[in-house]
């Protein structure tokens, strides 16, 4: 039932967004709300309004891959946003789990040791809740936050919004808090009886006001690759790619890794090498 009601306010938010010009529907009387009427997405996707509207009210299960795909091209959804609205139509059937502890999940040993082969480079291994399984010394570096978390393990998500350097550390914290908070939307319906990560959201909503704004805008998104900026302390003002790669097979698990774009950036990754680390290898 909670995935039942998520979709609705999936489709809720989705349909705010498409104007009836763009969707080719004449804009006749007054809107008391902005986007499409239940009744356009209904007509325009070939089901009844009845059903679309029993959709958005979490009182309609399992609708088909035909209805999803229907319903994603009215609402003109993205990729990302047709993987999403399909995951939480179909949520996995396995009965409810937690993921392992931070501390306890494993990260197989050929894994520690790629971690250590690219120590010329910045590299972690993330679970699906953004828990940072294992890093390599240059990662610790980069990112202080992560040997000062709290007893249970660092966890990027908790660190972007609660931590307070995290606002001085990025200096594009704005946009990428919208990008972490997408990840974990994309995340938790994928993973949707992974209790410890719907603990995570809880607990970011009850401490964080921009958390509970951002997360309620419904917007998702995936951890592929992109550029991050950092104005780090001991390194200054830089930027990094990064890449995130699967690792099947392991729980759900991501290996991260950073790279320079330019030469300052380059020259930044090697103070960083040459600084101190406040804990051990995680």
Same mark, same amino acid.
């Given at each position: 039932?909670?995935?039942?009601?998520?979709?609705?306010?999936?489709?809720?938010?989705?349909?705010?967004?498409?104007?009836?010009?763009?969707?080719?529907?004449?804009?006749?009387?007054?809107?008391?709300?902005?986007?499409?009427?239940?009744?356009?997405?209904?007509?325009?996707?070939?089901?009844?309004?009845?059903?679309?509207?029993?959709?958005?009210?979490?009182?309609?299960?399992?609708?088909?891959?035909?209805?999803?795909?229907?319903?994603?091209?009215?609402?003109?959804?993205?990729?990302?946003?047709?993987?999403?609205? +399909?995951?939480? @139509?179909?949520? *996995?059937?396995?009965? %409810?789990?937690?993921?392992?502890?931070?501390? $306890? #999940?494993? &990260? =197989?040993?050929?894994?520690?040791?790629?971690?250590?082969?690219?120590?010329?480079?910045?590299?972690?291994?993330?679970?699906?809740?953004?828990?940072?399984?294992?890093?390599?010394?240059?990662?610790?570096?980069?990112?202080?936050?992560?040997?000062?978390?709290?007893?249970?393990?660092?966890?990027?998500?908790?660190?972007?919004?609660?931590?307070?350097?995290?606002?001085?550390?990025?200096?594009?914290?704005?946009?990428?808090?919208?990008?972490?908070?997408?990840?974990?939307?994309?995340?938790?319906?994928?993973?949707?009886?992974?209790?410890?990560?719907? +603990?995570?959201? @809880?607990?970011? *909503?009850?401490?964080? %006001?921009?958390?509970?704004?951002?997360?309620? $805008? #419904?917007? &998702? =998104?995936?951890?592929?690759?992109?550029?991050?900026?950092?104005?780090?302390?001991?390194?200054?003002?830089?930027?990094?790619?990064?890449?995130?790669?699967?690792?099947?097979?392991?729980?759900?698990?991501?290996?991260?890794?950073?790279?320079?774009?330019?030469?300052?950036?380059?020259?930044?990754?090697?103070?960083?090498?040459?600084?101190?680390?406040?804990?051990?290898?995680?």
């Amino acid at each position: 039932m909670k995935q039942a009601l998520e979709l609705g306010r999936f489709l809720r938010s989705r349909r705010s967004h498409v104007t009836p010009e763009s969707a080719g529907v004449p804009a006749l009387g007054r809107r008391r709300v902005p986007g499409l009427r239940r009744e356009e997405v209904a007509g325009l996707a070939g089901v009844s309004t009845v059903y679309y509207t029993r959709l958005e009210q979490g009182r309609a299960t399992n609708p088909s891959d035909a209805v999803l795909d229907a319903l994603a091209r009215v609402l003109r959804l993205d990729a990302t946003e047709r993987a999403h609205l +399909h995951d939480l @139509a179909h949520p *996995s059937q396995r009965r %409810p789990t937690e993921l392992p502890h931070p501390g $306890a #999940q494993r &990260v =197989r040993a050929n894994v520690r040791r790629l971690l250590d082969a690219v120590g010329a480079v910045p590299a972690y291994v993330l679970d699906p809740g953004m828990d940072v399984l294992a890093a390599n010394e240059l990662a610790l570096a980069l990112v202080p936050g992560l040997t000062g978390a709290p007893t249970g393990g660092p966890n990027l998500a908790r660190h972007i919004f609660l931590d307070t350097s995290a606002r001085s550390l990025y200096p594009q914290w704005d946009q990428l808090a919208r990008q972490t908070i997408g990840y974990l939307r994309f995340s938790a319906a994928r993973h949707a009886h992974h209790s410890r990560l719907g +603990h995570l959201v @809880a607990e970011l *909503s009850a401490h964080s %006001p921009e958390f509970r704004s951002l997360w309620a $805008a #419904q917007n &998702v =998104r995936e951890k592929t690759y992109g550029t991050k900026s950092f104005d780090h302390p001991l390194a200054g003002r830089f930027d990094v790619a990064y890449e995130t790669l699967s690792l099947p097979g392991d729980e759900g698990q991501s290996l991260v890794v950073f790279t320079a774009v330019d030469g300052t950036a380059e020259s930044a990754l090697k103070r960083l090498r040459g600084s101190p680390i406040a804990c051990p290898q995680l």
